[in-house]
């Protein structure tokens, strides 16, 4: 999971996620996967 | 000898992208050669390549490339621009065979195609108000677009027109058996007979609107008349009523004249090669 970053539904922190998926800081169960910095290149079809 | 082909436009056209012509004295490998150069041979603006900076937007990045691919972008006939098969930068994309247009957007909106911008004023969204993507606030959308020359033969987004097709000029006769009951003046959808002096008549100028359809033959033989109907719908077969639509990118008068340009160059090429082998 290295490099992936993942955001707190509630508490909006920034969370990796090692065993459990769980928010270190208030203990909520949903994350949201951010997107990643690269540009996307895609064509138009 | 033959006749010379020709043509005659309608008085009034019902808008400037859209064209309605009748090709006379012509033949229908013609008429349809035509058809499909117009649709597949004539060459458009549209976006290829999308590179998503941001997007935090409900819809896929891939969604959103192929709602920009979509829409039509203004491609003037005198334009210098190459399409990337004949251009020398090797399919990297150069100023002499691209376009970009960017869009940087933030919600609440609704992003229109005239929030696209682009470099080159003469390649622009063919109408401002086509819905891209609608934003809630905290989402941000920034792409930037790069748009090619290219044929509708390679792809739909590529052609210049939305309508383009053809029918056999209508030819329609009524016999003395005519009792003028009516019932196929009622039957025909397209409103164009009427009855007069007890015998249906086809109402001036309402001839071209005729859809063959034949459900004015079909009430004739079943009013009980016999084993023909009294009216019969045929065409003609040297003259075609050609409607030609196009989406804003191209005028119609060059969808119309670029389409005869690729047949006669065609047309030039294969008497040359059959030349070559005499």
């Given at each position: 999971m290295a490099g992936s970053s993942y955001k707190c539904a509630r508490c909006k922190q920034k969370v990796e996620i090692d065993v459990?998926?769980?928010?270190?800081?208030?203990?909520?169960?949903i994350l949201f996967k951010e997107r990643g910095a690269a540009i996307k290149e895609i064509k138009a079809r | 000898m033959e006749k010379i082909p020709s043509l005659q436009f309608e008085?009034?056209?019902?808008?400037?992208?859209s064209v309605r012509f009748i090709l006379s004295n012509s033949r229908s490998a013609f008429a349809n050669a035509w058809r499909r150069a117009m649709i597949s041979e004539v060459p458009s603006f549209a976006i290829e390549d999308v590179r998503v900076y941001d997007n935090t937007s409900p819809l896929f990045d891939e969604i959103l490339a192929h709602r920009l691919g979509l829409i039509p972008l203004t491609t003037g006939g005198d334009n210098n621009y190459l399409s990337r098969a004949e251009c020398s930068c090797n399919n990297e994309g150069c100023e002499k065979c691209t376009v970009t247009l960017t869009m940087s957007v933030e919600g609440p909106l609704l992003a229109c195609?005239?929030?696209?911008?682009?470099?080159?004023?003469?390649?622009?969204?063919?109408?401002?108000?086509?819905?891209?993507i609608k934003l809630a606030s905290d989402q941000k959308v920034v792409v930037e677009a790069r748009a090619i020359l290219d044929y509708?033969?390679?792809?739909?987004?590529?052609?210049?027109?939305t309508v383009c097709g053809y029918k056999n000029y209508p030819s329609i006769s009524i016999d003395?058996?005519?009792?003028?009951?009516?019932q196929c003046v009622e039957e025909c959808?397209?409103?164009?007979l009427e009855i007069s002096k007890r015998k249906v008549r086809v109402i001036e100028?309402?001839?071209?609107?005729?859809?063959?359809?034949?459900l004015c033959e079909k009430i004739c033989m079943n009013s009980?008349?016999?084993?023909?109907?009294a009216i019969h719908i045929s065409t003609e077969e040297d003259r075609f009523i050609f409607n030609v639509e196009g989406?804003?990118?191209?005028s119609t008068e060059e969808i119309m004249k670029q389409g005869l340009m690729f047949l006669k160059r065609e047309a030039d090429s294969l008497s040359n090669e059959i030349r070559a082998l005499l």
């Amino acid at each position: 999971m290295a490099g992936s970053s993942y955001k707190c539904a509630r508490c909006k922190q920034k969370v990796e996620i090692d065993v459990n998926v769980r928010c270190p800081f208030c203990g909520h169960r949903i994350l949201f996967k951010e997107r990643g910095a690269a540009i996307k290149e895609i064509k138009a079809r | 000898m033959e006749k010379i082909p020709s043509l005659q436009f309608e008085k009034e056209p019902i808008d400037k992208n859209s064209v309605r012509f009748i090709l006379s004295n012509s033949r229908s490998a013609f008429a349809n050669a035509w058809r499909r150069a117009m649709i597949s041979e004539v060459p458009s603006f549209a976006i290829e390549d999308v590179r998503v900076y941001d997007n935090t937007s409900p819809l896929f990045d891939e969604i959103l490339a192929h709602r920009l691919g979509l829409i039509p972008l203004t491609t003037g006939g005198d334009n210098n621009y190459l399409s990337r098969a004949e251009c020398s930068c090797n399919n990297e994309g150069c100023e002499k065979c691209t376009v970009t247009l960017t869009m940087s957007v933030e919600g609440p909106l609704l992003a229109c195609s005239k929030n696209l911008i682009s470099h080159d004023p003469d390649v622009q969204p063919a109408d401002p108000d086509i819905p891209i993507i609608k934003l809630a606030s905290d989402q941000k959308v920034v792409v930037e677009a790069r748009a090619i020359l290219d044929y509708g033969k390679r792809h739909t987004k590529w052609q210049p027109t939305t309508v383009c097709g053809y029918k056999n000029y209508p030819s329609i006769s009524i016999d003395a058996r005519c009792d003028g009951c009516g019932q196929c003046v009622e039957e025909c959808p397209c409103g164009i007979l009427e009855i007069s002096k007890r015998k249906v008549r086809v109402i001036e100028d309402k001839l071209d609107k005729c859809a063959l359809c034949r459900l004015c033959e079909k009430i004739c033989m079943n009013s009980g008349i016999g084993d023909m109907p009294a009216i019969h719908i045929s065409t003609e077969e040297d003259r075609f009523i050609f409607n030609v639509e196009g989406c804003g990118s191209v005028s119609t008068e060059e969808i119309m004249k670029q389409g005869l340009m690729f047949l006669k160059r065609e047309a030039d090429s294969l008497s040359n090669e059959i030349r070559a082998l005499l």
